[in-house]
């Protein structure tokens, strides 16, 4: 549902109005840069791979059979720091001919300093030996690709150009042109116009498809390149997952500098003001009853104003009446409060786990917030449903438009808070409205 949601609400590449090409794209092919820079990853793939290669096929068995003498250990690991190097190489290779851009794989982890344990660490590193699996596959597929692409491309523009040279044959050779078939008895050149018009179109057929042949190529390069060069997916999910934590503590931290000003602006203001007026009131109670009594009329007043602040605070960290009857009921009474009147529908099986229940609550008040105080809108709507394994909310306004998460607002603050936990949020919110905003976070019940 993600990847539905990124391609029909802003996440898609489309170019820009007025940008459009006269010529099809298989026509422009062959002259695009793109192409051209493909072709030549592809020729400079066939050198770099058989000095891999070599490498690893030179100094890998020469560390293997060294083992039974402690030179092999280094010599093992000279050769797969050596391919680890290459790797360098050929990650900025791909990130500029093919704009595959690839992060580096785990950096060498090592215990204490000292040659022991940097050999160690490259030992034990899978990132080494997937670097030597490249070396190893990559060779043959480089020899391949090479073959196969500069036959298309010689073969291509060879023949769309032979009306331009085909007179050397017949000035030169004493032919009338290319020989396409000979034997004892007779022979056939392309020498007549209609032969040698059928040729270019032969050749032009090559050419239009040479491009598509080498990016399909380049392609597997790529997958190559991202697979074996790039980090582990173990790893790529430790360091997602240190990003998501570093987001929670902030967050955390954040929602208890809101609780403490609050308590400090609101609640805590509100009671000592009390504490100093039943003071007053006391000290008057003797002299004065009935300006005493009117003391303590605007204290209790006072106590009901305070405990309202403490209610709602209490309802924006985690109301009770989420705890007790579920989302239903708790976005039917944060709707209740928003400026505008609000739809509330929520179709769920089950009750997800209240870590999500709450993000999903959270997610909720904050936009119908936005809806009050920047929408301008008439009317408002909160779907929630499941989808396979996904939390899906939707909440739409008929209000101006113009939310943005780039920049840097409270929807930004969302976006990360639903990133820390495998969550998703798009916003589609032309200028004039209407404005959709759909989240999504993991499905998970309790046990």
Not at 180 to 198: K, W
Request: with cysteine; charged share 20%; hydrophobic share 50%.
């Amino acid at each position: 549902m993600a990847t539905e949601y990124g391609q029909r609400y802003g996440r898609g590449h489309d170019r820009p109005a007025g940008t459009g090409h006269r010529l099809p794209a298989a026509l422009r092919a062959p002259f695009e840069a793109r192409t051209l820079r493909e072709f030549g990853h592809v020729l400079l793939s066939l050198p770099v791979s058989i000095v891999l290669f070599t490498w690893a096929v030179a100094m890998v068995p020469l560390g293997a059979g060294l083992l039974v003498t402690f030179l092999g250990i280094p010599v093992l690991a000279v050769a797969l720091a050596g391919c680890r190097g290459f790797g360098v190489l050929e990650r900025a290779r791909a990130r500029a001919l093919l704009g595959v851009d690839v992060a580096d794989p785990e950096p060498l982890r090592t215990a204490k300093p000292g040659a022991l344990a940097w050999m160690g660490a490259v030992l034990k590193s899978g990132s080494s030996w997937r670097h030597l699996l490249y070396a190893v596959v990559q060779f043959p597929w480089a020899v391949f690709a090479f073959s196969v692409a500069v036959s298309f491309w010689t073969v291509g523009w060879s023949l769309l150009s032979y009306p331009l040279w085909f007179w050397v044959f017949p000035a030169y050779a004493g032919t009338g042109g290319v020989q396409l078939y000979g034997d004892a008895h007779h022979n056939v050149y392309l020498d007549n116009p209609f032969e040698i018009a059928v040729t270019c179109l032969v050749g032009l057929l090559f050419t239009l498809a040479t491009p598509w042949l080498v990016r399909a190529l380049t392609t597997v390069d790529g997958l190559l390149v991202r697979g074996l060069l790039g980090p582990s997916r173990l790893s790529a999910r430790v360091v997602e997952l240190e990003s998501d934590r570093g987001v929670v503590v902030d967050a955390a931290a954040a929602d208890l500098r809101r609780i403490e000003r609050d308590l400090h602006d609101g609640a805590q203001a509100r009671l000592v003001g009390l504490a100093m007026d039943l003071g007053l009131a006391k000290e008057k109670l003797r002299e004065d009853p009935q300006a005493a009594a009117r003391m303590v009329d605007e204290a209790h007043g006072e106590v009901k104003t305070a405990l309202q602040e403490l209610r709602d605070l209490a309802r924006g960290i985690h109301p009770a009446v989420l705890t007790d009857r579920g989302l239903d009921a708790a976005l039917s009474a944060v709707a209740s409060r928003c400026t505008v009147p609000v739809r509330v529908e929520v179709d769920l099986p089950a009750r997800p786990v209240p870590a999500i229940e709450g993000i999903a609550y959270f997610t909720v008040s904050e936009l119908l917030q936005n809806i009050s105080k920047h929408s301008r809108a008439r009317s408002a709507s909160v779907d929630v449903w499941r989808s396979e394994d996904r939390l899906m909310l939707q909440v739409i306004d008929d209000g101006v438009g113009g939310a943005d998460v780039s920049r840097g607002s409270g929807l930004a603050g969302l976006a990360g808070r639903l990133d820390a936990v495998d969550g998703v949020l798009v916003v589609d919110s032309p200028a004039g409205g209407p404005t959709r905003v759909i989240a999504e976070l993991p499905w998970r019940t309790t046990a």
